[in-house]
């Protein structure tokens, strides 16, 4: 069992939180077809994710990229998981340590990050520039292609005598995984768990999530369910 006093939870923010891609909608929305080229060759790992978020960037509208109400008014329409908050209060009320961590445009999960009042490590807008930057990226890592080095905060929590638990779906989280003591998986970084050989606990919701982490307050337990 873990003791949440010494606990760090990494929550993904696209696709784990939100229902779906926050950029990915923004893209469909506003990006002309040759985005979705480059969001495939990212998954294959032919280039990182600082570079595929770059190149999409650079796809949308000057105008758009101008218009900060436009933007996030694009991408409040991505609905989020309904059991966020109740599994980001109850963890906070057992003791742990909860952020989120994003690689991608940023002002989505900061917006959502600020509302739940808890940290978010993730890239972000100059909105007076309209230039992407990425104030997370660590050059010292091994792969340092990453917007947002989501293993850093990983090793930061474990050199501090935290056990880490990540909660994610997709191919920025992979990493992650690897270092996690913990992972609860689904969609993309499920499948990839399952062939590489990395324990995870699948799940579909955050109220799965919650249930696992917490099952004295949801009286079920899915701890055991571990791939």
Same mark, same amino acid.
């Given at each position: 069992?873990?003791?949440?006093?010494?606990?760090?939870?990494?929550?993904?923010?696209?696709?784990?939180?939100?229902?779906?891609?926050?950029?990915?909608?923004?893209?469909?929305?506003?990006?002309?077809?040759?985005?979705?080229?480059?969001?495939?060759?990212?998954?294959?790992?032919?280039?990182?994710?600082?570079?595929? +978020?770059?190149?999409?960037?650079?796809? +949308?509208?000057?105008?758009?990229?101008?218009?900060?109400?436009?933007?996030?008014?694009?991408?409040?329409?991505?609905?989020?998981?309904?059991?966020?908050?109740?599994?980001?209060?109850?963890?906070?009320?057992?003791?742990?340590?909860?952020?989120?961590?994003?690689?991608?445009?940023?002002?989505?999960?900061?917006?959502?990050?600020?509302? +739940?009042?808890?940290?978010?490590?993730?890239?972000?807008?100059?909105?007076?520039?309209?230039?992407?930057?990425?104030?997370?990226?660590?050059?010292?890592?091994?792969?340092?292609?990453?917007?947002?080095?989501?293993?850093?905060?990983?090793?930061?929590?474990?050199?501090?005598?935290?056990?880490?638990?990540?909660?994610?779906?997709?191919?920025?989280?992979?990493?992650?995984?690897?270092?996690?003591?913990?992972?609860?998986?689904?969609?993309?970084?499920?499948?990839?768990?399952?062939?590489?050989?990395?324990?995870?606990?699948?799940?579909?919701?955050?109220?799965?999530?919650?249930?696992?982490?917490?099952?004295?307050?949801?009286?079920?337990?899915?701890?055991?369910?571990?791939?």
């Amino acid at each position: 069992m873990l003791d949440f006093a010494r606990t760090s939870v990494f929550l993904d923010f696209d696709g784990t939180i939100s229902d779906v891609d926050t950029g990915v909608h923004l893209m469909e929305r506003l990006g002309p077809p040759e985005w979705e080229a480059i969001g495939d060759a990212y998954r294959r790992g032919e280039i990182g994710s600082r570079e595929c +978020l770059l190149d999409e960037w650079d796809l +949308l509208p000057a105008d758009a990229k101008a218009d900060e109400a436009q933007l996030r008014s694009i991408v409040r329409e991505v609905p989020t998981d309904p059991a966020t908050r109740p599994l980001v209060d109850a963890l906070r009320a057992a003791g742990a340590e909860v952020v989120v961590v994003s690689d991608g445009f940023g002002f989505p999960a900061d917006e959502v990050a600020g509302d +739940l009042g808890i940290p978010v490590i993730t890239n972000a807008v100059d909105w007076t520039s309209g230039r992407l930057e990425f104030p997370n990226e660590d050059r010292c890592c091994a792969c340092s292609s990453c917007g947002t080095c989501k293993q850093a905060p990983i090793k930061d929590a474990r050199h501090r005598g935290r056990s880490a638990v990540l909660i994610g779906d997709g191919t920025s989280d992979r990493k992650a995984a690897l270092l996690a003591d913990v992972v609860f998986a689904k969609a993309g970084l499920a499948a990839w768990c399952a062939r590489n050989g990395v324990p995870f606990v699948a799940f579909e919701t955050l109220a799965d999530v919650h249930a696992a982490l917490l099952p004295s307050s949801t009286g079920a337990d899915l701890m055991g369910d571990t791939t």
